[in-house]
Nanobody, 114 residues
Framework: QVQLVESGGGLVQPGGSLRLSCTAS????????MGWYRQAPGKERELVAT???????NYADSVKGRFTISRDNAKNTVYLQMNSLKPEDTAVYYC????????WGRGTQVTISS
């Protein structure tokens, strides 16, 4: 059974930082491309960042220079370091694993507010 479990969300003031983690089980983690997506209230789910099995990363324009995705294959975990957070980053953040079929985590809430 495939499981993706996100953690690290919370309430942070604008300009602050958070690090999200997603630990996977039930998959050969090292062959999967991993990603973070987010969905704000009333909006569609959107791509935040992805990282290939080989470590090549890709970012949405809105987070370039502020967010960093990384992976630790030994721990079956992907991270999203989020710096200089803005209120518009408020959303539920979802972990995604993709090889042949995509798998999703249940999400973690990130709220940026003063």
């Amino acid at each position: 059974q495939v499981q993706l479990v996100e953690s690290g969300g919370g309430l942070v003031q604008p300009g602050g930082s958070l690090r999200l983690s997603c630990t996977a089980s039930g998959i050969m983690f090292n062959i999967y491309a991993m990603g973070w997506y987010r969905q704000a209230p009333g909006k569609e789910r959107e791509l935040v960042a992805t990282i290939s099995s080989g470590g090549v990363d890709n970012y949405a324009d809105s987070v370039k220079g502020r967010f960093t995705i990384s992976r630790d294959n030994a721990k079956n975990t992907v991270y999203l370091q989020m710096n200089s957070l803005k209120p518009e980053d408020t959303a539920v953040y979802y972990c995604n694993a993709r090889y042949s079929l995509p798998f999703w985590g249940r999400g973690t809430q990130v709220t940026i507010s003063s």
